[in-house]
Protein backbone atom coordinates (compact mmCIF):
# COMPACT_ATOMS: atom_id res chain seq x y z
CA UNK A 1 0.00 0.00 0.00
CA UNK A 2 3.03 2.12 0.89
CA UNK A 3 4.23 1.97 -2.50
CA UNK A 4 0.81 3.31 -4.40
CA UNK A 5 1.06 6.05 -2.75
CA UNK A 6 4.76 7.23 -3.44
CA UNK A 7 4.43 6.20 -6.82
CA UNK A 8 1.06 8.88 -6.73
CA UNK A 9 3.58 11.11 -5.54
CA UNK A 10 6.22 10.98 -7.49
CA UNK A 11 3.95 11.07 -10.66
CA UNK A 12 1.97 14.50 -9.09
CA UNK A 13 5.91 16.01 -9.12
CA UNK A 14 6.66 14.57 -12.38
CA UNK A 15 3.12 16.24 -13.49
CA UNK A 16 4.20 19.57 -11.97
CA UNK A 17 8.09 19.71 -13.38
CA UNK A 18 6.39 18.95 -17.06
CA UNK A 19 3.92 21.92 -16.72
CA UNK A 20 6.14 24.24 -14.95
CA UNK A 21 8.95 23.57 -17.68
CA UNK A 22 6.35 23.47 -20.72
CA UNK A 23 4.92 27.25 -19.60
CA UNK A 24 8.95 28.56 -19.04
CA UNK A 25 9.84 27.15 -22.35
CA UNK A 26 6.54 28.19 -24.47
CA UNK A 27 6.21 31.62 -23.93
CA UNK A 28 7.09 33.52 -26.48
CA UNK A 29 7.27 36.69 -24.60
CA UNK A 30 10.00 37.76 -23.12
CA UNK A 31 8.92 38.94 -19.08
CA UNK A 32 7.26 42.04 -18.63
CA UNK A 33 8.77 44.16 -15.94
CA UNK A 34 6.26 45.56 -13.61
CA UNK A 35 6.26 48.73 -13.02
CA UNK A 36 6.82 49.88 -9.17
CA UNK A 37 3.66 52.22 -8.35
CA UNK A 38 4.60 55.74 -7.40
CA UNK A 39 4.21 56.45 -3.68
CA UNK A 40 3.19 60.00 -2.53
CA UNK A 41 6.64 60.95 -1.22
CA UNK A 42 7.94 60.16 -4.99
CA UNK A 43 5.21 62.34 -6.41
CA UNK A 44 6.57 64.79 -3.62
CA UNK A 45 10.08 64.42 -5.29
CA UNK A 46 8.91 65.22 -8.94
CA UNK A 47 7.00 67.94 -8.02
CA UNK A 48 9.68 69.89 -6.00
CA UNK A 49 12.13 69.14 -9.06
CA UNK A 50 9.95 70.84 -11.70
CA UNK A 51 8.50 73.43 -9.47
CA UNK A 52 12.16 74.51 -8.67
CA UNK A 53 13.62 74.38 -11.38
CA UNK A 54 14.38 77.82 -13.34
CA UNK A 55 12.10 79.39 -15.94
CA UNK A 56 12.45 79.67 -19.59
CA UNK A 57 13.58 82.53 -21.18
CA UNK A 58 11.30 83.34 -24.21
CA UNK A 59 12.66 85.07 -27.18
CA UNK A 60 10.76 88.02 -28.64
CA UNK A 61 8.74 87.61 -31.77
CA UNK A 62 10.41 88.90 -35.03
CA UNK A 63 7.13 90.76 -36.07
CA UNK A 64 5.69 94.27 -35.75
CA UNK A 65 4.65 94.90 -31.77
CA UNK A 66 1.66 97.25 -30.78
CA UNK A 67 2.81 99.50 -28.48
CA UNK A 68 1.17 97.51 -25.08
CA UNK A 69 3.58 94.46 -26.15
CA UNK A 70 6.90 96.25 -26.54
CA UNK A 71 6.02 97.94 -23.26
CA UNK A 72 5.08 94.65 -22.38
CA UNK A 73 8.75 93.09 -23.64
CA UNK A 74 10.69 96.27 -22.05
CA UNK A 75 10.07 95.42 -18.89
CA UNK A 76 12.78 92.78 -18.29
CA UNK A 77 13.19 90.04 -15.21
CA UNK A 78 13.79 92.92 -12.80
CA UNK A 79 16.87 92.42 -10.00
CA UNK A 80 15.84 92.22 -6.85
CA UNK A 81 18.16 93.20 -3.49
CA UNK A 82 18.81 90.76 -1.71
CA UNK A 83 16.54 91.20 0.94
CA UNK A 84 13.37 90.93 -1.73
CA UNK A 85 15.02 88.02 -3.02
CA UNK A 86 15.06 86.48 0.69
CA UNK A 87 11.79 87.17 0.86
CA UNK A 88 10.23 86.27 -2.53
CA UNK A 89 12.93 82.56 -1.87
CA UNK A 90 11.32 82.88 1.82
CA UNK A 91 7.50 83.12 0.02
CA UNK A 92 8.01 80.24 -2.73
CA UNK A 93 9.65 78.01 0.04
CA UNK A 94 6.12 78.64 2.15
CA UNK A 95 3.72 78.01 -1.20
CA UNK A 96 5.58 74.76 -2.16
CA UNK A 97 5.04 73.44 1.40
CA UNK A 98 1.23 74.57 1.54
CA UNK A 99 1.27 72.58 -2.08
CA UNK A 100 2.43 69.23 -1.03
CA UNK A 101 -0.06 69.71 2.55
CA UNK A 102 -2.92 70.24 -0.58
CA UNK A 103 -1.80 67.38 -1.90
CA UNK A 104 -3.16 65.01 0.82
CA UNK A 105 -6.85 64.46 1.59
CA UNK A 106 -9.18 66.76 3.52
CA UNK A 107 -6.42 69.93 2.31
CA UNK A 108 -6.92 72.82 0.38
CA UNK A 109 -4.74 74.75 -1.84
CA UNK A 110 -5.66 77.73 -0.33
CA UNK A 111 -2.95 78.90 1.17
CA UNK A 112 -0.70 77.58 -1.35
CA UNK A 113 -2.77 80.34 -4.11
CA UNK A 114 -2.45 83.02 -1.12
CA UNK A 115 1.23 82.78 -1.19
CA UNK A 116 1.64 82.36 -4.73
CA UNK A 117 -0.49 85.38 -5.14
CA UNK A 118 1.65 87.85 -2.79
CA UNK A 119 5.06 86.39 -4.66
CA UNK A 120 2.78 87.47 -8.08
CA UNK A 121 1.87 91.12 -6.54
CA UNK A 122 5.11 91.78 -4.68
CA UNK A 123 7.85 90.65 -7.37
CA UNK A 124 5.95 90.46 -10.53
CA UNK A 125 9.43 90.15 -12.83
CA UNK A 126 10.99 87.63 -10.87
CA UNK A 127 11.99 84.36 -11.56
CA UNK A 128 10.03 83.42 -8.51
CA UNK A 129 7.11 84.74 -9.73
CA UNK A 130 7.27 82.60 -12.70
CA UNK A 131 7.87 79.66 -10.56
CA UNK A 132 4.34 81.19 -8.53
CA UNK A 133 2.36 80.58 -12.27
CA UNK A 134 3.57 77.73 -12.56
CA UNK A 135 2.64 76.36 -9.51
CA UNK A 136 -0.96 78.17 -10.33
CA UNK A 137 -1.04 76.56 -13.66
CA UNK A 138 -0.86 72.82 -11.87
CA UNK A 139 -3.82 73.42 -9.76
CA UNK A 140 -6.46 71.26 -10.55
CA UNK A 141 -9.34 73.01 -13.01
CA UNK A 142 -11.72 72.70 -10.94
CA UNK A 143 -9.74 74.28 -7.78
CA UNK A 144 -8.91 76.72 -9.73
CA UNK A 145 -12.55 78.13 -10.32
CA UNK A 146 -13.12 77.58 -6.30
CA UNK A 147 -10.47 80.17 -5.79
CA UNK A 148 -10.83 82.51 -8.93
CA UNK A 149 -6.80 81.98 -10.47
CA UNK A 150 -7.42 84.25 -13.60
CA UNK A 151 -5.87 83.74 -16.73
CA UNK A 152 -3.20 87.14 -15.94
CA UNK A 153 -1.95 85.28 -12.69
CA UNK A 154 -0.85 81.88 -15.01
CA UNK A 155 0.98 83.85 -17.11
CA UNK A 156 -1.51 84.00 -20.08
Same mark, same amino acid.
Given at each position: ??????????????????????????????????????????????????? =?????? /? !?????????? #? @? %???????????????????????????????????????? =?????? /? !?????????? #? @? %???????????????????????????
Amino acid at each position: MSKFWLKIAVLGVVVVGVVVAVSIFSSSEPAKKVEKPKTFYDVIREDDKRL =RAEPEV /R !QPRRKRLSRE #E @A %AELAQQPQELTAEQRFQAEKLFEMALFERKKARLPAMTYK =RMVQYC /R !QIIKSFPNSA #E @A %AKARRMLAEVPAHKRKRYNITNEELGL
